[in-house]
């Protein structure tokens, strides 16, 4: 088989290969900026903007877990808040 007719054959098959390919590099991109982004709203929604501090979303979502765990293990706690 002449060398021009391999070529010819194998264009159409680095075409395809090539079509697999880069969809699959652009949705591991997009996946992964959705990564970012879902990660730095989350960090904005629970952290004060000026100091970074945790807010009190967090303080609330983090006594309702320890609420619940100290409902499972049936112990007591207290909860001191000074504003």
């Keep these: 088989m002449p060398e021009r007719e391999r070529v010819h ?4 098959k680095l075409l395809n290969l090539e079509q697999q390919i880069v969809p699959e590099a ?6 992964k900026e959705e990564q970012k982004a879902k990660a730095l709203i989350e ?8 100091t970074g501090l945790s807010n009190r979303r967090m303080f609330l979502q983090e006594l309702k877990q320890a609420i619940e765990r ?4 049936r112990t007591r706690f207290a909860v001191l808040m000074l504003d």
């Design 9 to 12: 054959r194998a264009i159409p």
């Design 26 to 31: 652009y949705d591991e991109k997009t996946r």
């Design 43 to 50: 960090l904005q929604a629970l952290h004060d903007d000026l």
């Design 70 to 73: 100290q409902l499972q293990k």
